[in-house]
């Protein structure tokens, strides 16, 4: 016979169950996550009050820093700095800094409009950082001048649509979707069942038609017949060398090149201040929270695979 015990203290027969003690884990780590947040959200406050915006040095005349990261789903933020930038007569150039894989075509279109906008009030010079393909190559060709790293990613001139087809796994859940519509082609790009052949070529069609749209932009910022861009239009990736030679960026250099270029662009003869946007403080206040949150919550989940381990039934001969 294999007798059954139970380890971490707790003895066979008093009928205790093993994840009494995970819930009483999560509990006190629950409400000491409360307390922290409590605690972090007054230090915050606190904080915040008396917050400036971020300004670097005070040497000389001053070039704003507009950063576009990440994936471009909205551009509101950045409009309005942009906005603000272009209104403060002190600021005498832009750069927008970019590292970004692209995004949202409406999105990467309106920063286009703006930087190109932006650049007929004060030279703007676009600064390419790891990544500034699709609609962060997009974005930059609207700045007078683009400096790109030899390493850079850059270029994915294209247009990408994919929508899922879940068919079959909703029908083996058992799920049956009911489509009232009005309009045949209302429910487009449906999860339930295959796209029909009109629906294909009307995405297809909406697809090449902003393609279009993108290769002309690129062939007008750049000075480029649209069908040399055509060539190399087809969602390709180049690094920052290679796009040089394609004429897509202007100069080889880091961030230091495009601010001593900016500077050279207005006549900054010293080393020029670089001032950034005010920092959202709510976003900066609950990028705190979430960090905090996420600490605390790590620490539950790895209490309770602990508490797990301790707890287990082994066997014993």
Excluded: C
């Amino acid at each position: 016979m294999t007798d059954i015990k139970q380890t971490s203290g707790m003895q066979q027969g008093k009928g205790q169950n093993p994840f009494v003690a995970i819930l009483a884990a999560i509990g006190f780590m629950t409400l000491f996550t409360v307390i922290l947040v409590v605690g972090v959200f007054f230090w915050a406050a606190k904080s915040f009050m008396n917050e400036s915006p971020e300004i670097i040095s005070a040497k000389g005349e001053k070039i704003g820093i507009i950063e576009i990261k990440g994936v471009i789903n909205e551009a509101d933020d950045t409009l309005k700095q942009m906005r603000k930038m272009g209104s403060r007569k002190d600021i005498k150039a832009i750069i927008v800094r970019i590292d970004s894989p692209g995004g949202a075509v409406g999105a990467s279109q309106e920063l286009f409009a703006e930087i190109r906008r932006l650049d007929k009030v004060k030279p703007v010079v676009a600064s390419l950082a790891t990544i500034a393909t699709s609609g962060g190559y997009y974005a930059a060709i609207g700045a007078r001048t683009i400096v790109a790293n030899p390493g850079t990613i850059t270029g994915s001139i294209g247009v990408i649509m994919k929508l899922p087809n879940l068919a079959s796994l909703l029908e083996k859940m058992g799920v049956k979707l009911d489509v009232i519509k009005a309009g045949k082609l209302k429910d487009l790009g449906p999860i339930d069942r295959e796209l029909t052949e009109e629906e294909r070529e009307l995405l297809s069609a909406v697809s090449h038609n902003i393609h279009t749209q993108f290769i002309e932009d690129v062939a007008t910022a750049r000075k480029l017949p649209v069908a040399e861009v055509e060539r190399f239009a087809d969602g390709r990736i180049v690094t920052g060398r290679q796009a040089f030679e394609l004429k897509l960026v202007d100069e080889i250099g880091n961030f230091t090149s495009a601010i001593d270029l900016a500077a050279r662009l207005v006549g900054i003869s010293g080393e020029p201040e670089l001032v950034y946007p005010e920092k959202d403080k709510f976003f900066m206040f609950r990028s705190m929270v979430e960090e905090e949150a996420g600490v605390s919550l790590a620490k539950v989940l790895d209490t309770m695979f602990k508490n797990l381990e301790t707890s287990a039934v082994v066997p014993q001969s």
